[in-house]
């Protein structure tokens, strides 16, 4: 089966400072590639997502690449905001069902 | 759109009891619903598929006499937690998507049910 890595599991930054997560997937088959956002005791939300046709996609402030070859994506998040603290867990997908990484809670400090 | 509902958000009971959790999805109907476990700082571990009208399939190291579930309609899956023991608080969450019939979509979540057995 599909077998996702998520590191760091711990990223603490400053506001206005970057943030990168980054993950690795073993399943070739898998084409689909959300990333949720969860705050604490509530449901993961999806923040962006991108498609295995796809090596990139920004939406605002989020951006996240994917290279299919080294099957590594990763989620990038600039000027970050206080806001923005919380675990973010990235998947890969295929026929509906998504493998989820271990997660990453990131702070950012005001 | 595509909004699940999950009741009740919080359970608090003796060991031993049953409790059931109620997933539903709002605006479309499901024919597949899926359960999730999370424990504490730890990621999303799929329990179970719920299949509307047939058996659910459930992931390796699942007890299926243990967490029941049933997916009577199009738009209700339930996940009956038997006989309870402290060993399964956790927070339980559902999901389900709306019938595309793209595989390439996001998972849309209900709001979970933290569970605590004493």
């Known amino acids: 089966g599909e077998n996702v890595e998520q590191h760091p599991s711990t990223l603490s930054v400053q506001e206005g400072d970057s943030a990168v997560i980054k993950c690795t997937y073993s399943?070739?088959?898998?084409?689909?590639f959300p990333w949720y956002k969860q705050e604490l005791g509530k449901r993961p939300q999806l923040i962006i997502d991108?498609?295995?046709?796809?090596g990139e996609k920004k939406d605002q402030r989020i951006a996240v690449t994917l290279n299919k070859t080294a099957k590594h994506f990763s989620l990038h998040i600039t000027e970050t905001q206080p806001e923005d603290s919380a675990v973010y867990f990235c998947?890969?997908?295929?026929?509906?069902?998504?493998?989820f990484g271990r997660g990453t809670s990131l702070i950012v400090h005001p | 759109g595509a909004v699940v509902s999950q009741h009740p958000s919080r359970v608090i009971c003796k060991s031993g009891t049953s409790v059931k959790i109620e997933c539903r999805s709002l605006?479309?109907?499901?024919?597949?619903m899926f359960w999730y476990r999370q424990f504490p700082k730890q990621s999303l571990m799929l329990m179970a598929t719920?299949?509307?009208?047939?058996?659910?399939?459930?992931e390796q190291g699942v007890e299926k006499d243990k967490f029941l579930i049933n997916h009577a309609s199009l738009t209700l899956s339930t996940l009956t937690v038997t006989s309870a023991h402290p060993e399964d608080s956790s927070f339980y969450i559902c999901?389900?998507?709306?019938?595309?019939?793209?595989?390439?979509?996001?998972?849309?979540f209900g709001d979970g049910t933290r569970l605590s057995i004493l």
């Open positions: 999901s389900a998507h709306p019938p595309t019939g793209d595989s390439n979509q996001p998972q849309h």
């Open positions: 399943d070739s088959a898998s084409n689909y």
């Open positions: 991108i498609r295995s046709n796809v």
């Open positions: 998947a890969a997908s295929q026929s509906y069902i998504p493998t």
């Open positions: 605006d479309f109907q499901a024919t597949t």
């Open positions: 719920s299949n509307e009208g047939s058996k659910a399939t459930y």
